[in-house]
């Protein structure tokens, strides 16, 4: 079945302790990104990968880090977290733009409490 | 910086209606125009996707339009049900392809 994994999908952490979520995909996509939702702001990108080795910032990149060291994965890391970043997570990833159907495939989120 | 807005916030109509999502983009440069279904507690869920180039695009009871010199996408939902109870959301891509902007989307519940 064709889908995006979302690790874990509840945690609840202190401020200042490193944490990792984990985003795989198995449809072979090139681009991958990250998103989080708050109420009242609605969805806004994180980060984006346009392929393996090649990520750049979306619009709230700010405490969060990204690495894309296999085309499948694309972990996201907050190195420090704090309590401003208690939100929504999503992973997502699709075909590299031009390349064919451009829909983008939603993992199921991940809620983050930083306390 | 894209903008894009959603009206209304939320919107309650009975089983059988027709009806009509509004989207706005204030930056007509956009690579495509994607509209989302989200269900309480879950991911996002593509329903239509409409590249710059093309006007409209069907699925089933869904229609989704695009008029780019307006900066405005509809989404219409023929003979609504209550299973078609959630939040829709529109995202414009930018024309690179690479970043999407979100509306804040319209919750959606239909009445049996």
């Known amino acids: 079945e064709a889908q995006v994994t979302q690790n874990p999908r509840y945690l609840i952490t202190v401020t200042g302790k490193k944490l990792t979520v984990t985003c795989s995909q198995n449809?072979?996509?090139?681009?991958m990104s990250w998103y989080r939702q708050d109420p009242g702001l609605g969805l806004r990108q994180i980060y984006y990968s346009m392929n393996v080795e090649v990520t750049d910032k979306g619009d709230v990149p700010e405490g969060y880090k990204v690495s894309r060291k296999e085309k499948r994965n694309f972990p996201l890391i907050l190195e420090s977290p704090s309590p401003n970043q208690t939100s929504l997570y999503f992973c997502?990833?699709?075909?590299?733009?031009?390349?064919?159907?451009?829909?983008?495939?939603f993992g199921p989120g991940t809620r983050l409490t930083v306390l | 910086k894209q903008e894009v807005t959603q009206i209304p916030a939320a919107l309650s109509v009975p089983e059988g209606e027709n009806l009509v999502l509004n989207c706005s983009f204030t930056?007509?440069?956009?690579?495509?125009l994607q509209w989302f279904r989200q269900d309480p507690g879950k991911g996002l869920t593509s329903l239509l996707l409409i590249q710059s180039s093309q006007r409209e695009q069907t699925s089933g009871r869904l229609n989704a339009s695009l008029d780019k010199s307006s900066g405005r996408s509809t989404l219409y939902i023929a003979a609504s049900q209550p299973g078609d109870s959630a939040t829709y959301l529109c995202?414009?891509?930018?024309?690179?392809?690479?970043?999407?902007?979100f509306g804040g989307g319209t919750r959606l519940m239909v009445k049996p």
């Open positions: 449809m072979n996509h090139e681009y």
């Open positions: 930056d007509s440069a956009i690579y495509n």
């Open positions: 997502a990833s699709s075909l590299a733009p031009g390349t064919g159907p451009d829909t983008q495939y």
């Open positions: 995202a414009g891509t930018n024309n690179a392809g690479n970043m999407l902007t």
